[in-house]
């Protein structure tokens, strides 16, 4: 990628658009346990906030703050200095997160943290030689069958040349071999939503895993995100399949130690509330994406 601004694709738009949508998140949960879903999606069961999220959404605000700083500034030094005043930004949006910390001493360890993972990134790049085009960027698509693709893109760089780049930040470690595809499901879903949106067909997805170091690389061709395109739609009628039968099983893995809804899941001795009433109505979309939803750990099975 060059240093110097190139051709910007406008952000994809998001139209008015009242039928289904689908983000990456959702359709995460969806195949990583379809009762998650249900929880998120159709009981919109509150999630209280965890350190390791909010340490992600902090992380990912530092980074997008780093950027406003011209290029010479953006040092590890300065990324440390914007970790509390983002952290107080975060705070003063959702005063829950105050509740994190029993005392000082552990919010203080909890800071160290999310300046470590800063000092991380750094070693895998130099932001004094990037100018992003876009920093979360909104997009979203409409599939000929009405269903409708958004969500949010960490960064998006292009080349002088054109060539585009999606940039995820990952605050978890990245995952062994067996589970990649589905860490790079996230990032052939935003691929494919620029390239419905803008007609242009990503150069390069990469996830960059702060919590160990290391960066996931992947080229999409057209094929891929044909592919990735017929796989959402299939999981979007499952979802509908499941919304009309009742029937969200609980597929328990490692994502359950850090599932907020555990003590009501079956998987795990617990009873969920009953479904909300009309549960066979078209589904209207799921919840918004969140940046917090990228701050979760990855979860790979
Ligand atoms: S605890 Fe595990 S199995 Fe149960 S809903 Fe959460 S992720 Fe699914």
Same mark, same amino acid.
């Given at each position: 990628?060059?240093?110097?601004?190139?051709?910007?694709?406008?952000?994809?738009?998001?139209?008015?658009?009242?039928?289904?949508?689908?983000?990456?998140?959702?359709?995460g949960?969806? !195949?990583?346990?379809p009762? +998650?879903?249900?929880?998120?999606? @159709? /009981? =919109? $069961?509150?999630e209280? &906030?965890?350190?390791?999220?909010?340490?992600?959404?902090?992380?990912?605000?530092?980074?997008?703050?780093?950027?406003?700083?011209?290029?010479?500034?953006?040092t590890?030094?300065?990324?440390?200095?914007?970790?509390?005043?983002?952290?107080?930004?975060l705070?003063?949006?959702?005063?829950?997160?105050?509740?994190?910390?029993?005392?000082?001493?552990?919010?203080?360890?909890?800071?160290?943290?999310?300046g470590?993972?800063?000092?991380?990134?750094?070693?895998?790049?130099?932001?004094?030689?990037?100018?992003?085009?876009h920093?979360?960027?909104?997009?979203?698509? !409409?599939?000929s069958?009405? +269903?409708?693709?958004?969500?949010? @893109? /960490? =960064? $998006?760089?292009?080349? &002088?040349?054109?060539?585009?780049?999606?940039?995820?930040y990952?605050t978890?470690?990245?995952?062994?071999?067996?589970f990649?595809?589905?860490?790079?499901?996230?990032?052939r879903?935003?691929?494919?939503?620029?390239?419905?949106?803008?007609?242009?067909?990503?150069?390069?997805?990469?996830?960059?895993?702060?919590?160990s170091?290391?960066?996931?690389?992947?080229q999409?061709?057209?094929?891929?995100?044909?592919?990735?395109?017929?796989?959402?739609?299939?999981?979007?009628?499952?979802?509908?399949?499941?919304r009309?039968?009742?029937?969200?099983?609980?597929?328990?893995g490692?994502?359950?130690?850090?599932?907020?809804?555990?003590? @009501?899941?079956?998987?795990?001795?617990g009873?969920?509330?009953?479904?909300?009433?009309?549960p066979a109505?078209?589904?209207?979309?799921?919840?918004?994406?969140?940046?917090?939803?990228?701050?979760?750990?990855?979860?790979?099975?």
């Amino acid at each position: 990628m060059g240093t110097e601004p190139a051709e910007s694709p406008e952000p994809a738009g998001r139209q008015q658009h009242d039928g289904p949508s689908l983000s990456p998140s959702r359709a995460g949960d969806f !195949l990583t346990c379809p009762l +998650l879903y249900r929880f998120r999606v @159709i /009981d =919109r $069961l509150p999630e209280p &906030p965890s350190p390791v999220a909010a340490r992600g959404t902090l992380v990912h605000a530092v980074l997008e703050r780093l950027f406003d700083r011209a290029a010479p500034d953006r040092t590890p030094q300065a990324a440390r200095e914007l970790v509390l005043p983002e952290w107080e930004r975060l705070q003063a949006a959702e005063p829950e997160l105050a509740s994190l910390f029993p005392d000082e001493q552990e919010r203080a360890a909890w800071l160290e943290q999310a300046g470590e993972m800063l000092d991380r990134y750094f070693t895998l790049e130099d932001p004094r030689r990037l100018e992003p085009a876009h920093r979360e960027m909104s997009v979203a698509a !409409l599939l000929s069958s009405g +269903l409708q693709l958004r969500g949010y @893109i /960490d =960064r $998006l760089d292009v080349a &002088p040349g054109g060539d585009i780049r999606i940039v995820d930040y990952k605050t978890g470690t990245a995952p062994p071999a067996e589970f990649e595809a589905r860490a790079l499901f996230q990032m052939r879903f935003y691929a494919l939503v620029l390239w419905r949106a803008q007609g242009r067909v990503p150069r390069l997805l990469q996830l960059m895993y702060l919590g160990s170091g290391e960066i996931m690389r992947y080229q999409p061709d057209e094929a891929d995100l044909r592919a990735t395109e017929r796989k959402v739609e299939a999981l979007w009628q499952a979802i509908k399949r499941a919304r009309a039968s009742g029937d969200w099983r609980p597929r328990p893995g490692r994502i359950c130690d850090w599932c907020a809804h555990k003590p @009501i899941c079956p998987a795990h001795g617990g009873t969920p509330p009953p479904l909300p009433a009309d549960p066979a109505a078209e589904p209207a979309g799921d919840r918004a994406e969140s940046a917090g939803d990228r701050a979760e750990p990855a979860v790979t099975g």
